[in-house]
């Protein structure tokens, strides 16, 4: 069966209370679904036998500045069985700006993890290390969301501890 | 350690202390040390910083810093249309500036929907393998210099060279080339570069050989690097190690293979792997790989079709300079995707290429005007620096500067 068909209807049976807002554009297939959902699903596509979703390309956030639940964060993994590329969407609204982190399932989520909570402010529930990825530790702003402005906050960036 | 304590951030510290050891003895507190490594150190490649926790000259502990050459790219690319990026992208990896180029292109072209024509795909291709040619024998070079073999880095770099001169007759700059268009190359390919190709290659293998023969008969370099950064293949998968260095783990992928984008699947060409996962089979597959881009450019040679090089989209596509100033229309379309951009339609794609350092993607959001509402550099090295922790706990001191070599972050793609 096709994959595109396969996917949906596998995770569609095994997660019935779930809802999947499917859509497939340019030939690349994208599920999105409710962020509380985010590891069952994820560990299910990781170690179903005909799937196998093993590597973690990417992971990331978008921010869409004025919609109701400002922030996506996406997903984007591959089934190197298949050569199969999947991208998985929740939202994350501003006022509970937490999502359930996926490094248990694959251990490369970490850092990628780290960079959106580093350029979003999005926390990773059960995060092992949440840390900034780029910007200092004291740095209080997120610089990818789109109310910071591209010319950076003067004085925003503390110099080092002497 | 109280000195420590108040001159490192103290979640570093904390991270540190915490990350996993396998080893244990009794008095381990009185013989441990930490040591900052970097981001001034002629060995990390740039800017990477390593706080090692060590036992006498072990290793137990490792957390990579990363960001001091965080340029903020993705931000700038939420500002710039999508034809004023392509600069930007050579300053990512700045190793190989041909290949990210290409991978821009692809990406805002299969956004936008735009497909340029068959001459345009395989000069893509052509300087996409010039670059993870060049790219490995900088690699090779400095792995072989960080283990103490001098001599390497300067004959790679003297392939290498021969390489940028190619560029240099192609678009006029050695560096940060910023060759490809949306929808085709800058300029045709002159028959005076493509000749220097062939000629290129044709005397490549041989030096490549001279290359294997003063490293693989060199025992010190053997012993240096053998079993040194093993790590197994599931575990690869799983920490998201990529290109090269995850063939070297023995799976078989490559983006050119298991997802073919340009021409790749018209080329016959072999995905080198080796089982070992350690740093002698890191350095064994960059040879084979630069043996596998020559015969790809050969065949790109021979099959290299006739024809434009920009594809005929005239709302979409820049104009050539010359038309601009003798036609009203071109002059219309130049200004008008100058000022107001392509505006794909809205949706968003992730487009992968398999860089010279492994999995290069970008993915864009639109919304469908002149600028990207969202882009994502998915980057390799970013990736496998994150297995670093994994490969250099247990070993030696000495041996972290080998494993750092072996996996040939850029810090440029790294930090983004």
């Known amino acids: ?162 | 350690m109280e000195q420590l304590e108040k001159e490192t951030d103290p979640k570093i510290l904390q991270a540190l202390l915490a990350s996993r050891n396998d080893y244990t003895i009794e008095d381990a507190l009185e013989n441990e040390m930490i040591l900052n490594m970097g981001p001034q150190h002629p060995a990390t490649h740039g800017v990477l910083r390593l706080l090692l926790r060590l036992d006498g000259e072990r290793i137990i502990g490792c957390v990579p810093e990363l960001g001091y050459l965080h340029r903020g790219y993705e931000k700038m690319a939420e500002n710039m249309s999508y034809y004023e990026y392509i600069p930007h992208t050579d300053r990512l990896d700045y190793i190989s500036p041909m290949a990210n180029n290409v991978a821009w292109v692809l990406a805002v072209e299969k956004l936008a929907g735009i497909e340029a024509p068959k001459r345009a795909q395989y000069i893509r291709m052509m300087i996409a393998e010039l670059a993870r040619i060049a790219s490995h024998l900088v690699a090779i070079g400095a792995f072989a210099m960080d283990v103490g073999a001098l001599t390497v880095f300067l004959w790679t770099l003297r392939e290498r060279e021969k390489i940028l001169d190619i560029w240099d007759i192609l678009c006029g700059a050695r560096f940060t080339n910023s060759y490809t268009r949306i929808g085709g190359v800058a300029n045709d390919a002159q028959p005076e570069a493509l000749a220097k190709t062939k000629w290129f290659i044709d005397q490549f293998e041989p030096y490549l050989s001279e290359v294997e023969q003063l490293l693989n008969t060199n025992r010190i370099f053997i012993e240096r690097i053998d079993g040194v950064g093993a790590i197994s293949k599931e575990d690869a998968i799983d920490l998201g190690f990529c290109g090269p260095n995850l063939r070297a783990c023995g799976v078989e992928f490559d983006l050119r293979r298991n997802a073919p984008y340009l021409c790749y699947d018209e080329i016959d060409f072999k995905i080198p792997t080796y089982t070992e996962g350690d740093c002698l089979a890191r350095y064994f597959l960059r040879i084979d790989e630069c043996r596998e881009s020559a015969k790809i450019v050969t065949q790109i040679l021979e099959k290299m079709p006739q024809g434009p090089v920009h594809a005929d989209m005239p709302k979409k596509v820049l104009p050539q300079k010359d038309e601009v100033y003798s036609k009203m229309e071109e002059l219309i379309h130049d200004f008008m995707i100058v000022n107001f951009g392509i505006n794909p339609p809205v949706g968003e794609i992730y487009h992968a290429i398999e860089g010279s350092k492994g999995e290069l993607g970008f993915y864009l959001v639109s919304k469908g005007d002149g600028k990207p509402w969202k882009c994502k550099i998915r980057s390799p090295s970013f990736n496998n620096i994150q297995c670093l922790p994994k490969l250099v706990i247990g070993h030696l001191i000495s041996d972290v500067v080998a494993i750092i070599g072996s996996i040939d972050p850029i810090m440029g793609e790294a930090d983004k």
């Not at chain 1, 036998?49 to 990417?58: G, T, Y």
């Open chain 1, 1 to 162: 069966m096709d994959l595109k068909t396969l996917i949906p209807q596998k995770l569609k049976e095994k997660f019935p209370a779930v809802e999947f807002e499917i859509s497939d554009y340019k030939d690349e297939l994208t599920l999105k679904f409710d962020k509380k959902n985010i590891v069952e699903i994820c560990s299910f596509l990781k170690s179903d036998n005909e799937l196998e979703f093993k590597l973690c390309s990417d992971i990331t956030a978008v921010d869409w500045a004025t919609r109701k639940n400002r922030f996506t964060v996406v997903y984007n993994i591959f089934s190197m069985k298949h050569n199969f590329r999947l991208r998985l969407k929740a939202d994350v609204d501003e006022a509970d700006c937490k999502i359930d982190s996926v490094s248990s399932v694959w251990r490369a989520a970490n850092w990628q993890e780290r960079e959106t909570y580093d350029m979003y402010g999005i926390k990773f529930n059960n995060h092992p290390d949440l840390r900034r990825m780029y910007m200092p530790e004291e740095f209080e702003y997120h610089p990818l969301r789109k109310d910071f402005p591209l010319m950076g906050i003067p004085g925003s960036l503390p110099l080092p501890k002497k």
